[in-house]
């Protein structure tokens, strides 16, 4: 549907509002982390100061969850990047028996609310006495990002076609050759950019987390604690910053490495 | 001399879709062999057969006398033109036709060498390092075939290969085809639904139809001497006689081929009718002439008439006229029994 | 150069011919490590939790007693855990009707007269709030709504202090601040699912053709007239997509009511709080049960009316 009349005034207002409405609180949070009051919310604030990127750099407290986060992240997309990607092969192969089941399957994970993953791995958990440990977070966060990757591979396979894949056959290539120069870069952009959205999703994940990290603390769980109980605002707001960036960059990386082609990242949030 | 390439009761369903049914095939190593039949009629499976992108349901396909049953597309020493030529768009021209070499393991300078060679041979020397996305379609045709040529197959597999050009290109396409088919002497399969070009271009022609072959012979055999009605009408739109017709214009009771071209307009010929219809192909003009003798039949592609080419540069009588028709005595193609 | 075929060299050779007269095996091969982890880890979890609310916890000891019982989902028919049920379906169907609402014009507007730079604009307008922290977003609202935070300062700045305390003074949804009341909670719930409402109800609208509307104008029919028979039914689809995602992530959250809202408990936090600091898994696996029982319920009906296809 694509029209060339001019929108109603209301509409657009209302849309533009909507936009408005879905981004200011971000701008918010950029705020607050320069404002000088430290015991409370107080808009607007009675100051600016930049103190606070020191104070939070200098917070002991902050760095190992930090660590642990990108390490989480990092396991998880990986491992959703393979896992996704062969998924998303095998799709794309042939029409097989059970496809609308295993294309359920992937999706489930985020489908159905995160409490409910995250329940499930708890209990496993209690059932197969499992200890809290890295492990059991990646489990989850890995579950999860498997469909982020294989919605972008999804699409760039059907892209690809069948005859490339002949093609490279036909001229002497044996399966393994195919996947090293024909399937590899062309599908490269879609798997950085799938990665790089598992990477995001995995590193501001929170709920899931809390049911499998036991007594660990991520990043997000940190600044959950903080939020609880918070003990310096402006500390939280800094590290609010933090992620905000660390999962903006690789979004913004993702829509630029899948711009231009028909399927976009993101779509399948 | 074992045969190129050999079908023996090669069959391929999809389901209750009979794509090749026992077809029996034997391609002549050295031959510039088309397969010609309508859209559907199985010509790309057979094409896939030999290339080993599909396998048979029954039967067996032999290149160079060796059973194909067990061995992959890889492996087998036959190389395609795609239709859609199927380029590899992340690569340079260059490595797209050195891709054969490279994965056979040839190192880079030596395959580069050969590449650039192969791309002189098409006349495309100096375009090595673009993409493909920067060619026409003319161009992308070339690359297809020297990626293909690169491998030095014993047989070339081309499906529809000029499919997508224009006229003009189609043409001199077809005479470099021939000439470097010539010149480098290996087997030549090739699709076509295209009669004029399989005519011109093929040493041996295979008429497929509904999954099975209709006739092999020559370009002769199929023109002049049409095995079938499908055959005959498919190749040239020739005028199917019914039985009853061919016995009205003086042959025996059977099924009867006559080309247009072969009947003359003569005063005192052997058949009167009336002019019904006129088509200026520019070479000559198509007319149709009701005959009053010709009763209609079902099978009869038009419409009770006759199809009659008037050559450049004869009188061409108007629509309405009377005329004679007449033809040499062995212009009457009896066909054997119908399947 | 003889022979019409090369010899096989090495695996790589010998296992492309196995996967060429087995194409089934190469399929097979690739599922078998996706969804060896999603039938073990996610599958298997989710009997897990299954089996664990069959399960009850004994009075004294605070210990699991591994026996099969239906008690524990008796339990959750108590008035105070049904009450924790009816208030967070009563929420997510709130928070559902009031994204639609919201979203149709940002998602008409990129539908129908988005185009070029504006395009980009809304594709990143809607896809950045989607994908940028959730934590980060639930926190900024707590700034917003907090009582000496933006909310007010402006109500004030405007005059509208006293409809804003009117408003806190309501029973049941008001409160101290918007920051602890339903109304704050929902408007969190409102602005971090939004997205997911707007993305789907695009995607649907864009398949609208531009004629179907010229058609429906043709016949004489008013804009509302339009909207209303044409538009909103084809738009069906995506709705229905997009309330999967907010109806469910509503049940199934914990975090936003925690951090805005009253204390009362939703079922997110009746479960985390069960599993955690209570020791009664059971009890928190029957809770975690309800959402998938709602939700199973609806993407049923979803997809009898054709919701997937919007995705
Ligand atoms: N993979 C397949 N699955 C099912 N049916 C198929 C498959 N490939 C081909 N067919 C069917 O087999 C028949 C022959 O197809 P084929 O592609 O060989 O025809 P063709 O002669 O090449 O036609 P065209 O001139 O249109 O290319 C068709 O009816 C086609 O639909
Ligand atoms: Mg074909």
Redesign the interface.
């Given at each position: 549907?694509?029209?060339d009349?001019?929108?109603?005034l209301a509409?657009?207002l209302?849309?533009i509002?909507?936009?408005l409405?879905?981004?200011m609180?971000?701008v918010?949070?950029f705020l607050?982390a320069f404002t000088t009051e430290d015991r409370?919310?107080?808009?607007?604030p009675p100051g600016l100061t930049t103190e606070w990127f020191a104070v939070a750099w200098n917070r002991a407290d902050i760095w190992p969850p930090l660590y642990l986060s990108l390490r989480v992240a990092a396991l998880s997309s990986g491992l959703a990047l393979?896992?996704?990607t062969?998924?998303a092969?095998?799709m794309a192969?042939?029409r097989?028996f059970g496809r609308d089941t295993?294309s359920l399957?992937?999706v489930?994970?985020i489908?159905?609310?995160?409490?409910?993953?995250g329940?499930?791995?708890?209990?496993?958990f209690?059932?197969?006495d499992i200890p809290f440990s890295t492990f059991t977070i990646v489990?989850g966060h890995?579950?999860f990002c498997?469909v982020i990757v294989y919605n972008n591979a999804v699409a760039r396979f059907r892209r690809l076609g069948a005859s490339m894949l002949e093609a490279s056959?036909d001229l002497?290539a044996?399966?393994?050759?195919t996947f090293r120069h024909v399937i590899l870069p062309n599908l490269g952009s879609a798997l950085l950019a799938g990665g790089m959205?598992a990477f995001?999703?995995s590193f501001?994940?929170?709920?899931v987390t809390?049911?499998t990290a036991g007594q660990q603390s991520t990043l997000?769980i940190w600044?959950?604690n903080e939020?609880?109980r918070p003990r310096q605002r402006p500390v939280?707001n800094v590290v609010?910053?933090v992620?905000?960036v660390a999962?903006?960059l690789p979004?913004?990386a993702a829509?630029y490495l899948t711009r231009g082609a028909e399927e976009?990242a993101?779509?399948g949030? | 001399m074992t045969p190129a390439v050999e079908f023996q009761s090669v069959s391929r369903h999809f389901g209750a879709v009979k794509a090749v049914d026992r077809v029996d095939l034997t391609i002549a190593e050295g031959s510039f062999f088309a397969m010609l039949g309508p859209s559907g009629s199985g010509k790309t499976t057979c094409l896939r057969l030999i290339s080993?992108f599909e396998m048979p349901t029954s039967g067996a396909v032999?290149?160079?006398?060796?059973d194909?049953g067990?061995?992959?597309?890889?492996?087998?020493?036959?190389n395609t033109v795609f239709q859609d030529y199927a380029l590899f768009p992340h690569m340079s021209v260059r490595e797209n036709v050195a891709y054969g070499l490279m994965v056979k393991g040839v190192d880079r300078r030596s395959r580069e060498a050969r590449a650039e060679e192969m791309l002189a041979l098409v006349k495309l020397d100096g375009f090595g390092g673009r993409r493909p996305a920067q060619l026409s379609g003319g161009q992308r045709q070339r690359v297809a075939l020297a990626r293909a040529l690169v491998n030095?197959p014993?047989v070339l597999l081309l499906d529809e290969p000029l499919g997508a050009l224009d006229l003009k290109l189609r043409e001199a396409m077809q005479d470099e085809l021939k000439s470097l088919q010539q010149r480098l002497g290996i087997t030549f399969v090739f699709v076509t639904h295209d009669q004029g070009e399989a005519l011109s271009m093929a040493d041996r022609v295979a008429v497929f139809n509904e999954g099975r072959v209709a006739q092999v012979g020559t370009p002769e055999d199929i023109y002049e001497r049409p095995a079938t009605r499908f055959v005959a009408d498919f190749v040239g739109s020739s005028n199917v006689l019914a039985p009853a017709v061919t016995e009205a214009f003086g042959g025996p009771r059977a099924w009867a081929s006559l080309r247009p071209e072969a009947i003359r307009l003569a005063p005192g010929g052997r058949v009167r009718g009336t002019v019904t219809g006129a088509r200026y192909l520019g070479a000559g003009t198509r007319l149709e002439v009701r005959t009053g003798a010709l009763p209609r039949t079902p099978s009869d592609h038009h419409d009770g008439g006759i199809a009659v080419l008037v050559p450049a540069g004869a009188a061409v009588p108007g629509v309405g006229a009377e005329v004679a028709l007449d033809w040499d005595a062995g212009a009457l193609h009896l066909m054997g029994e119908e399947p | 150069?003889s022979?019409?075929?090369?010899?096989?060299r090495g695996p790589?050779?010998r296992?492309?011919?196995l996967?060429?007269?087995r194409?089934?095996l190469?399929?097979a091969l690739?599922?078998l490590?996706?969804?060896l982890?999603?039938?073990v880890?996610?599958?298997?979890?989710?009997v897990?939790?299954l089996?664990?609310s069959f399960y009850s916890i004994d009075q004294f000891s605070g210990l699991?007693v591994p026996d099969f019982t239906l008690k524990t989902y008796a339990e959750l028919l108590i008035p105070s855990n049904f009450d924790i049920i009816v208030r967070t379906v009563a929420m997510a169907a709130a928070v559902t009707l009031a994204s639609v609402v919201?979203?149709f014009?940002?998602a008409?507007?990129?539908?129908?007269?988005a185009?070029g730079r504006w395009k980009a604009v809304?594709?990143?307008?809607?896809?950045?709030?989607?994908?940028?922290?959730?934590?980060?977003?639930?926190?900024?609202?707590?700034?917003?709504l907090?009582k000496?935070?933006?909310v007010?300062?402006a109500a004030e700045g405007i005059g509208a202090g006293n409809l804003l305390n009117a408003v806190l003074a309501l029973p049941v949804i008001g409160g101290n601040s918007l920051s602890t009341s339903y109304i704050g909670t929902f408007l969190v719930f409102l602005?971090v699912w939004?997205?997911?409402m707007?993305?789907p109800m695009q995607?649907s609208?864009?398949?609208?053709?531009?004629s179907m509307?010229e058609a429906s104008a043709d016949l004489g029919a008013g804009?509302w007239r339009t909207l209303r028979s044409v538009i909103l039914p084809l738009a069906l689809p995506g709705v229905i997509a997009g309330s999967?995602?907010t109806f469910?992530?509503t049940?199934?959250?914990?975090?936003i009511p925690?951090?805005v809202g009253s204390s009362r408990f939703f079922?997110?936090q009746a479960?985390?709080s069960l599993?955690g600091t209570a020791g009664n898994?059971p009890l928190?696996?029957a809770f975690?049960v309800v959402?998938?029982a709602i939700?199973l319920v609806y993407?049923t009906i979803a997809r009898k009316m054709g919701a997937f296809d919007a995705l």
């Open positions: 549907m694509h029209s009349a001019r929108p109603p509409l657009t209302a849309a509002g909507g936009l409405f879905l981004h609180p971000i918010l949070i607050y409370s919310y107080q808009f607007p393979v896992l996704g062969l998924c092969a095998a192969r042939a097989f295993i399957l992937v489930l994970p489908a159905l609310p995160g409490i409910i993953t329940m499930s791995l708890r209990s496993a209690a059932i197969g489990l890995a579950t498997i056959a002497g044996n399966s393994f050759q959205l995001a999703l501001d994940e929170v709920i809390t049911f997000p600044m959950l939020l609880v939280t609010a910053i992620v905000f999962t903006f979004i913004l829509y976009t993101g779509g949030k | 080993g032999r290149i160079f006398g060796e194909m067990t061995v992959p597309p890889n492996r087998r020493h036959v030095e014993r | 150069m022979g019409a075929a090369h010899p096989a790589g050779d296992l492309t011919g996967f060429w007269r194409p089934k190469l399929t690739l599922l490590p996706p969804l982890w999603l039938g880890v996610y599958i298997g979890s989710l897990a939790l089996v664990q699991v919201l979203a014009p940002v008409y507007f990129a539908a129908r007269y185009k809304f594709y990143l307008g809607i896809m950045l709030p989607l994908w940028s922290s959730y934590l980060v977003k639930v926190y900024a609202w707590k700034l917003i907090a000496e935070g933006i007010t300062w602005y939004l997205p997911y707007i993305l995607a609208l864009e398949r609208v053709p531009t509307l804009n999967i995602f469910s992530l049940l199934g959250d914990y975090i925690q951090i079922i997110g479960v985390y599993q898994i928190a696996a975690a959402p998938i939700m993407l």
